[in-house]
């Protein structure tokens, strides 16, 4: 079992950035991927931006070029820095480790909110 938890959320005007953090109670380079998924009002989750246990980034269209996802395993940490960000990036956003067995753990999510 491993918690997650994201820190980092809140409002930002169209344009601005923010960086979302997501804290691990264990070792986050054990899963096959973490990643940040987003759940927008009224839409389903979606896979935003992932990194892979062996270095590999992958990101959803929308943020390509204004996302990065990366990871420091000595603090279990993840972070999502997200810039020019629009109105449309407004939702809430979830840490995830995806595990090889399948499965996974998610965190509870923190609202980005974007205003234009």
């Known amino acids: 079992q491993m918690q997650l938890v994201e820190f980092g959320g809140g409002p930002v005007q169209a344009g601005g950035s923010l960086k979302l953090t997501c804290v691990g109670d264990?070792?986050?380079?054990?899963?096959?991927?973490m990643g940040w998924y987003r759940q927008a009002p009224g839409k389903e989750r979606v896979l935003t931006s992932s990194?892979?246990?062996?270095?590999?980034?992958t990101n959803e269209d929308s943020v390509k070029g204004r996302s990065a996802i990366s990871q420091d395993n000595a603090k279990n940490t993840l972070y999502l820095q997200m810039s020019d960000l629009k109105p449309e990036d407004t939702a809430v956003y979830y840490c995830?480790?995806?595990?090889?067995?399948?499965?996974?753990?998610r965190g509870q999510g923190t609202q980005v909110t974007v205003s234009s």
């Open positions: 990194i892979y246990s062996d270095g590999s980034i």
């Open positions: 995830a480790a995806d595990l090889c067995e399948g499965g996974g753990y």
């Open positions: 264990g070792d986050i380079s054990d899963p096959c991927a």
